[in-house]
């Protein structure tokens, strides 16, 4: 029997839905709220939850619209992110759902969004699932999280290290406004470092030894501090030192955590993953330890509601009943399989 999942994502700048069910994605909305905290160079929680309040609706409506139509209800269940996330996104996308499930009579589902930016690593860009190899190791990086899993099998993860400040997709929004570039940061700093000259400025390598842990917000005051006095050095050169900075370091930890644990399969999801110098430097690292490493597709790698319907599938599949949790934005990862 065929399962149709609707996903809905609102954890913080971006109000997402899509639909997938058995292996292919039927529809996929995302509205972005970039062009509303641009001038603010960061994300407003306040107004991030009023657009999500005011968009939510019809990104269902419309990702509800594109699916192939059916007889009865239009979906089998519905999955939002339930956390970790902002708060007043984290409401917006729970009531939401158990307004669709309640109308069509469906089940509802609380999801980790975290867990979400690990299954989008299984869709292609074309919608269509490939499936992760298991064991592996996960490395979540995004504006907000910065983790490192040890995933043994679909909801069986051990966290082995997280950030313990500025995770890296908010220290490039933060080093881009230092530099007076555009917003979101991570795609200025990167254009702004490629091809720029190396070795003219160097920042330290946060690398917290002893620990699988990740640190930036050092990294950030010591550009602060580079600028406050007043060395020469162009932007591009300070971009590319930091961008540097960061991916070495990320590097560094997630291959030895992968040797450390012996798993020859490394998996990226989040904004990050979309940093094309991480994806060169890691794709050269694993293959010289001779390892894999499967990156997101770049479609995929923000915020979405496909990785939302997408594990509300595998849960479903596995035998979880479908239950709205409490909104927790410190949510922990844990097992789901029991």
Not at 2 to 26: H, K, N, P, Q, S
Not at 203 to 222: C, V, W
Not at 255 to 264: H, M, T, V
Request: with cysteine; hydrophobic share 40%.
């Amino acid at each position: 029997m065929r399962l149709r999942v609707l996903g809905i994502e609102t954890t913080c700048d971006e109000t997402a839905a899509a639909v997938y069910e058995d292996g292919r994605l039927l529809s996929d909305v995302v509205w972005s709220q970039v062009p509303l905290h641009r001038r603010y160079k960061g994300v407003v929680p306040e107004l991030a939850s009023r657009a999500h309040c005011e968009k939510i609706a019809p990104v269902i409506a419309k990702a509800l619209k594109d699916c192939p139509a059916r007889r009865g209800a239009p979906v089998d269940a519905v999955a939002f992110a339930r956390g970790p996330g902002l708060a007043g996104g984290l409401v917006s996308g729970s009531v939401a759902a158990q307004t669709v499930g309640g109308l069509y009579n469906v089940p509802v589902m609380g999801v980790n969004h975290l867990e979400g930016h690990l299954y989008s690593c299984e869709f292609t860009a074309g919608g269509r699932v490939r499936a992760l190899e298991f064991p592996l190791l996960a490395l979540i990086i995004s504006g907000g999280h910065t983790e490192l899993w040890h995933v043994k099998g679909y909801g069986r993860y051990r966290r082995l290290g997280k950030t313990r400040d500025d995770a890296a997709g908010e220290a490039f929004d933060k080093v881009a406004k230092l530099l007076g570039l555009d917003y979101p940061g991570g795609p200025a700093v990167e254009a702004a470092a490629r091809g720029a000259r190396r070795g003219g400025v160097v920042f330290p390598r946060p690398m917290l030894e002893g620990s699988r842990d990740f640190s930036f917000s050092g990294l950030k005051t010591a550009v602060s501090y580079h600028l406050r006095g007043g060395k020469p050095a162009k932007a591009a050169e300070i971009c590319a030192a930091f961008q540097d900075s960061v991916i070495e370091t990320v590097t560094a930890k997630t291959l030895n955590a992968a040797r450390d644990l012996k798993l020859r399969h490394i998996a990226v999801g989040g904004g990050v993953a979309a940093n094309g110098a991480l994806r060169e430097y890691l794709s050269d690292g694993t293959a010289k330890a001779g390892m894999t490493v499967r990156f997101v597709e770049r479609k995929y790698c923000s915020d979405n509601g496909a990785m939302a319907a997408l594990c509300g599938w595998h849960m479903l599949r596995a035998g979880c009943r479908p239950g709205v949790s409490a909104i927790n934005p410190a949510l922990e990862v844990k097992n789901w399989i029991l």
